[in-house]
């Protein structure tokens, strides 16, 4: 697989993301489904944690790559969906720092959201991830 970064400004550096990844001889794509502060038997944890709900999603993200034989390298693009963006901003450099370690700098974006599928769940994580 050949990724080609598309940056034409610099403000998003700081945030660890990039506009696009022109991505060309990929072998395989994984689509993920969006992934929240969940244990493994669905039930969410640490509600009104935002930080905390950022790592634990997170390490849910990195479990079903890995189930595909995929890395956090491999995302080429997330979707964030916060119920607080100003909570997920204070919180964002816990994903710019993972990111960063996996020298991962996927295309992304943030909405905010009135609710997400449960009243305790703050953020969900979808991705694309390429092989």
Known sequence: MNREIINPWKWQDQFGFVQANNVTEASRTLYCSGQASMAADGNPLHAGDMAAQIELTLDNLETVLAQADMELKDIVRLNYYTTDPSSFMQSIHLI?????????????????VASLFHPDIMIEIDATAVR
């Open 96 to 112: 710019t720092e993972r990111f960063t370690k996996a020298g991962c700098r996927p295309a992304s974006t943030l909405l905010g």
